[in-house]
């Protein structure tokens, strides 16, 4: 079966995916996550899509959710419509989860807050006359309201009220003036939040006065060069006294870059940002903030600091206005950080009716749940095998990754930039086991049958794909094992078993803490990359999900930098992520003897399996 | 008559007066001002010395006042005590103003207050554990209570609680952490608190544990080298662009070695050093904190400021420790700065039962009145003639300057040091013109009258002291017109009128502006280095104070230097500072047409006299 084109409006992105897939999932291919509050069941009509031309296939219950009129339009439910040939696509901005109304909205009733700390007024004063000879500071409260003034504001005063005509602009944050401008700059009120990625970072400018996204832009966190991963970096400072400050000014440039890159994309001076708010794990705020990461690198990983930071982003050598603040996201532990907060302040993970457990999976994956108000947060080292690493044929997401498989009775796999397949993602791994243990490929423990076990029922297309060598049995995925063979090696299913069980475990022991079932459970929000592009059904019956109906699995998106923007944009939502952290629970499960036993019956495969997702 | 000498202990100041000079006075002259809330009339028994031997003189009047007790061990009221020939005196601290009581607790019942801002506390952690993963900053404000921490002390934070063994010295500064330090330091809280004249910068160092104060220290101001008066420093900063600067710099110079000198007498350390307090006038304050005074040299005289700064002293280069605050007193007005409130916040000035007016006279006179709860406040640019300048034969009170002339009869004089007079100072100009006005050698206009037109029963001893020239009399005060002759010549007599005018003019404008009489005028208060050494009834016949009996002048002392001190010592202090500073009303006169009527009818000199101060 071979791959064919989608095309996305208006954006023009495109993407090859086998026919049957349905246009959901396919957006999400390209980063177009849509909302889906009913968990693609086809009930809600939010994923609404506009198809222009090419062939597809939809679902009937479409003709229940969507009006006659909007099918006339061409308007299909992208959860329940297939493609089926090269087609183009419309997508409206009000389907798209970037939106970011969906959580706020949709399911919670709530509005976005466009609320900034930090506001402008304008002002013109009257010159002093020998009967009006108020100070320059009092002349301005008098006309603006009675604010804090710095040193530094009140040294520019005289000049600049004399040299303009006593009008200009005040910055403000809060009953703080930030900044006194030149003429009348009231419509400049920009901000940039940034999600600070162990490997990318994210920065994305907003008018603050609307509220209106007005650029992207992402790059490589420039400390890659110093370490992939959080561990090392913080070696890194422990064994050279220089290391902190050398870190810390490779990522502010890295930010710099990015800042600059949106100023110049929305054509918008530096000068005019006066607000910063930035997302990240602990290592790497603290590393922003130049606070000595070294004991989150040692049991038992203690943070500096968790309250959220507001700092002079001047000082840190950030190019925005000399007066803008940089918010800092509050931290919950040493591994549990504030990119977790901004996520639960996104989910407004308090706000749901029933229990809710919101997961991040990852490198470290980040697992919160909230129960009758009671909040509980925990972390497990799943290990970089869901990134394809420690994979023998493993890789990232990339060109020729095999990133999803069904098992079918024979094999079929999807290839991104529809080539032959050169390795796996880590979708695939999770799709590969998932569909090995519902064809009793594989056994509960983890184990690749040979041909002499596996049920004789089975058909011989798959048979032929259990290679034994060496007292083991590999599992043929792609190719031939004489020509551009890839495989599921039994050593890989292991290292599955390893992530798999380390986020498992901390799931069950925070469930067993908080005294839920996991069928009490009312959702589970999949937060960050990953979890967006993996197939929940396949997730659930491998045990990295819990056993709950596809309904209440939800993809929420990257939470961490919509929680960013919340908290950029408005002083309420600040509040709220402290007021998250303050009440989280930290259960720290690195020395856990409970957590030691977990992990080993965790590593079992469940043998239920559960109701299929009908958008997979 | 030749002059004895008094010798105080436990000081060793030494003095030459005059036999029959008061020893209130005589103590005066060497700086010790001593407590007369009774204003000199011998009732109160506030300015209690114990005469250790020699030669006194004292008035019945004390029998009445003393205890049997006290008179029998050798006590006596300073101000009903006569030196008669050389003496040595022991002045306990209890009578001393500087004991600084004297208003707050004897007039108001008010008690000192010690409640500085900054506090410390001792702490001594439990080290992390795998079940106690709390930040750092959690772990310490669990220990402290809930405190706001720069990004400057989370980063000492991690290495010193580490380093230390998880204890040491948290330094507070209201909800504020300023530093944590190794070891106990609990003990050593200190601040210091500047006058900073125009002249001469004094500062004092404070225990802020205790209030006691452990050393003074006072220097030239350095700035002197840039001009003489704030005029002519203004002048220099508005010709040049870097003279702001390089004011600044001279300025926090001479504090620094001020507080260098300090920490040496007291052997403490810079870093103990947590809290500065400055008072000064307009230009002083804001050239010291940066601040442009250029507008403060031209109508209408506008300050950048008026509400009390708080600002980092290490960024003003201050060597105090790193996290210690600077307090800038509140000013009312471009000529009636932050020394006129702090002399206000140590008068207590709105807390007296009847009208107070608050007097500080110098080159600028500034004065304060407060009626009713009403403050009104205004400054008289009465020019350098009470120091002495412009005055033929003028000089600041130094060895050889009269500093006190009776006239009655004959001259009296009395020269500092005891030598050949080379000059007179501001106190004996005004003790000469009140003289010359009663013994009717000068008329009402100031016009000093001829041998002709002078009464006929003068003494021939006043009669030979008019030397008519050039169609002017001059008064022959010291010497003889051969030998090392003094003169008071008319064109002084006018100078005078000049000073004297402008402050009465001012005091008359705020009285009427208040609908006060000056004989409903409950309080006279004399703040300033000048003001302590008039003769309050010399200076009531000239019309430089208000007619009001002896009783209701008081000498407050060095209000501005005192005020510094209550603000250092008390955040409630500074709060009242800015009260009192909100409350006033501003009134400048620079343009005002009624101050220039008022200034013409205020240059003759009153035709009446009042009672006569027996202590003088």
Known sequence: MSEVQVTFQP??????????????EAAGRVGIILQTPCGGAGTCGKCLVKVISGDCNAAESCDDTLSDDLINQGYHLACQTKVMGELVVDIPEESMFESRQQILED????ELEVNPVVYKKYFKLDAPTSTDDRSDETRLMDAIGEVEVSIEQLRCMPSLMRNNDWAGTAVLSG?????????????????VAFDIGTTTVVGTLFNLLTGAELAVESQMNGQIAHGDDVISRILKVREDTVALAELQRVIVGTANDIISSLCGKAKIEHDHIYEVAIAGNATMQQIFCGLNPAALGEVPFVQVFDRSLTLQANKLGLLVNVGADLFVMPQIGGFVGGDTVAGMVAARIDKWDKPVLLVDIGTNGEIVLCHDGKLLATSAAAGPAFEGARI???????AGAIEKVIINGDVEINVIGNVTPVGLCGTALIDAVAGMLRAGVLDETGRILSTDEVDSSMSSLLKDRLIERDGNVDFLLAGTVEKNPIYIYQKDVRELQLANGAIRAAVNILLRRAGVDPAD??????AGAFGNFIRRSNARRIGLLPQ??????????????????LVLMSSNERQYADELCKRTEHIDLSLDSE?????????????DDFDACIDE
């Open 11 to 24: 954006s023009g992105q495109r993407v090859f995916v086998l026919p049957g897939t349905s246009l959901l």
């Open 107 to 110: 399911d919670l009733g709530a």
């Open 175 to 191: 009953d703080r003036l930030l900044a006194v401008e030149q003429g009348d700059t009231s419509g400049k009120v920009y901000g």
């Open 392 to 398: 023998t044929q493993g890789m990232r997401a990339a």
């Open 521 to 526: 459970l009312g959702y589970v929000l999949l």
């Open 548 to 565: 709950v109906a596809c309904g209440a699995i939800r993809f929420i998106g990257n939470a961490a930098s919509l929680g960013a923007k």
């Open 595 to 607: 957590f030691q036993m977990e992990f080993g019956m965790a590593m079992i495969f469940p043998d």
